[in-house]
């Protein structure tokens, strides 16, 4: 009887220390995103220790993945079956085509979780947050909004401008672009090597450096697709159009004539114009805050200007830029074993506090700060009023976007750096395109 009894508290001893265990036991949810080393010391860890500590079950781990690497590092983990527990999205970037890679979708619907919560700042989801249906799948929201950028405007100088006897009101077309450029690009310390330029432009065939041409395509009238609306057969691609070839050779001419050469990225571009090295250059939201960090305070609110993107006028039709509006939602994965956590956690992304120290890179999808972002980040807010005027394209959200983009990217980066001409190389890149819709998935 007394070994009976002895077994018997063993064995309910064993059950309680493995109940307790996993009440105690740590949920660790992995966090894909592309963001900097800065954006993760002064806004992602901040935000995640406070949730953290209202969740001391719950670790989030931030993902290490550069932009560049992001997209294709996505696209092969779902594919395995391996990505993160949370996932940041682009809506620039497309969607249906990371979804549609596992049957049944690789996010799972948030319909469910968003109706009525509320989190701990009083912040209502579907009350609170704009933007809140705005990525669906097969009807269901299958991510948050969390951020949302603008682009293009053309910052500049406002020295630069004054010392070369160029008025911003120049920046206003194509044409008076160029001459302006031209004005600007001087050897301002006559040692016979220009040290001062007028406009700077990408080549490097990087994610990010589609946007930079995107706009140029579109306010002509080309892009991708017809007004980048399906149906996305390849008898309606464009990418090789007259509007493109025209687009694309004034970028190559401007370029040539008012840029540094080489294959130069956005980022060491940007680097120049906030060093006083180029004084005109098309920007987006998330620029700004980089030219705080790197200019004085008093440069940056006193020496940076901005004007609208360029209209291009042809055959005496003004055609005015085209810009964009995209967002970096926050989706679930259908791998992911704690759905319920990972949603508390996006949900808290949008919270009052969180969404502050998103304002130096992105406008808040949560209205309830929104009138903050103007009073603390004006030049943001003041950029993000510029581009409303216009019309508002986005790139085709489709499955084979992701190896669209690399074709955007490699045929413009050909064209301007003159290894193939304009022509031939977006004759290449409508080939490939053609040949990308018609593999069979």
Not at 4 to 16: D, I, K, W
Not at 154 to 174: F, H, I, N, Q
Not at 270 to 295: K, P, R, V, Y
Not at 401 to 409: I, K, M, T
Request: proline share 5%; hydrophobic share 40%.
């Amino acid at each position: 009887m007394r070994k009976s009894c002895l077994v018997l508290l063993a064995a309910l001893l064993l059950v309680f220390s493995s109940c307790s265990g996993k009440k105690d036991e740590k949920i660790v949810l992995t966090w894909y995103q592309w963001f900097d080393a800065a954006t993760h010391e002064n806004v992602l860890k901040p935000t995640i220790a406070e949730f953290e500590a209202l969740h001391p079950n719950v670790k989030i781990e931030l993902a290490a993945i550069t932009n560049d690497a992001y997209w294709d590092r996505l696209s092969l983990d779902i594919a395995s079956g391996v990505e993160g527990d949370i996932v940041t999205l682009d809506t620039g970037a497309g969607v249906f085509g990371y979804y549609s890679q596992r049957q049944g979708g690789a996010f799972i619907a948030l319909d469910d979780y968003i109706k009525g919560y509320v989190l701990p700042d009083g912040t209502r989801l579907e009350e609170d947050i704009l933007l809140i249906d705005s990525v669906k799948q097969d009807g269901k929201i299958v991510a948050l909004p969390y951020l949302m950028f603008s682009a293009p405007v053309t910052a500049y100088r406002v020295s630069d401008l004054r010392a070369a006897g160029v008025d911003p009101k120049e920046l206003d077309t194509w044409d008076s672009y160029y001459e302006a450029a031209r004005k600007l690009t001087r050897d301002t310390d006559r040692d016979g090597r220009t040290d001062k330029y007028g406009f700077g432009h990408p080549s490097n065939a990087e994610v990010i450096s589609r946007w930079w041409h995107m706009h140029w395509l579109w306010t002509m009238g080309g892009g991708i697709f017809p007004r980048e609306e399906g149906p996305y057969t390849a008898d309606r691609l464009i990418f090789n159009s007259p509007q493109n070839v025209q687009a694309i050779e004034f970028l190559k001419k401007l370029r040539d004539a008012a840029a540094p050469s080489g294959d130069t990225n956005i980022s060491e571009l940007h680097t120049m114009f906030a060093n006083g090295a180029i004084s005109t250059i098309q920007i987006a939201t998330w620029t700004l805050a980089n030219f705080a960090n790197d200019m004085s305070q008093s440069d940056y609110m006193n020496d940076v200007g901005m004007v609208p993107f360029p209209a291009a006028v042809v055959s005496g039709r003004r055609m005015e830029p085209v810009c964009v509006s995209w967002g970096n939602p926050l989706a679930i994965s259908s791998k992911c074993k704690n759905p319920k956590e990972a949603f508390d956690f996006i949900a808290f992304l949008h919270s009052k506090d969180a969404q502050k120290r998103e304002m130096v890179r992105a406008s808040p999808t949560n209205k309830l700060v929104y009138d903050e972002y103007s009073q603390l980040f004006p030049k943001q807010a003041e950029m993000v009023q510029m581009v409303q005027p216009y019309e508002m394209w986005i790139v085709p959200d489709i499955v084979q976007w992701n190896q669209f983009d690399h074709v955007v990217q490699q045929s413009i980066k050909s064209a301007l750096l003159g290894t193939k001409s304009v022509q031939a190389a977006l004759d290449d890149g409508q080939a490939e395109m053609v040949r990308i819709l018609g593999q069979r998935r």
